[in-house]
């Protein structure tokens, strides 16, 4: 009451309105996603180091562009996703690897409204692969940081799960603290992210199944640390308030982020670095299982002016747009 009495009626009515807005979430969020893209150019060797590197600030910005698609483009949500749990328990060796057999067990409709991140992945290699092969250097930037974030967001246990947000379970708002909070607290100060280089995968699809059943055979503990703490944190406690100009925010506390991300024991750590190195690795593969071509005579990167349109008209209708799908964070 304290607080309400304090910020008065004007501040309750922006309080309210951003409790349904607790923790925006965008995958990994914005920052992690640039971070892990642009962490992954350095997994690379010397043959295609130089080349990610003269574009790590494209690589990077555009990290965050299938999130933003996912405001102008229909259907694009479903491949950010899978929540395998329908299908049931893990670790799900009922549900079909190959799409055509997927799709004839489930059907189409059933895997588009669970979900078909894996399968995206997959198709995504070829595309990146085939860019490799024409030597097209826009597809393979294109390719490149959109396959960094779909597989990102594979590493995610929250983008697992039919109960993604915590919302079956009375705990609203978990996929943004997991996958945005937490990193956005701790990530920088200390989580250690040299991860080695990047490795040839023999078989993609299995590596990508692989990368899918890790998270989802985390998401019972992400569930019940948030649980077991929010009984040892009062609401007080347990959130807090932000001022960002004239808006007042409710997050999770300090204290409970630190608390939640500790109780974890690494896991978000983990999962960040094992992305760097997963998506160098699947980078790396495309390029060697498109002959490698040699990256340092594609030239420089010159766009058409229809292609700065399209990517202003992507950043406008993301910022404060509707998703057209599945949003996260409701
Ligand atoms: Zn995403």
Known sequence: MKLFSKIGICGLIIMFFSLSQINEAQSWGFWAHKRINRLSVFTLPPEMIGFYKSHLEHITEHAVDPDKR??????????????????????????PRVWSEAVEKFSEDTLMEYGILPYNLEWMMGKLTRAFEEQNLKRILRHSSDIGHYIGDGHVPLHTTVNYNGQLTGQKGIHGFWESRCPELFATDNYDFFVGKAIYVENIRDKIWEIVLESASHVPEVFAQEIRLTKEFPDDKKYAFDERGDILLKNYSYEFSEAYEKSLDGMIEDRMRDAILNIGSFWYTAWVNAGKPDLNRLGELALTDEEIEEQKELDNKSNGGKIKGRDHSK
């Open 70 to 95: 996912r405001y102008a483009v229909e259907g694009e949500d479903k491949k950010h996703y899978i929540d395998v749990d329908v299908y049931g328990e893990y670790p799900f060796d009922n549900v």
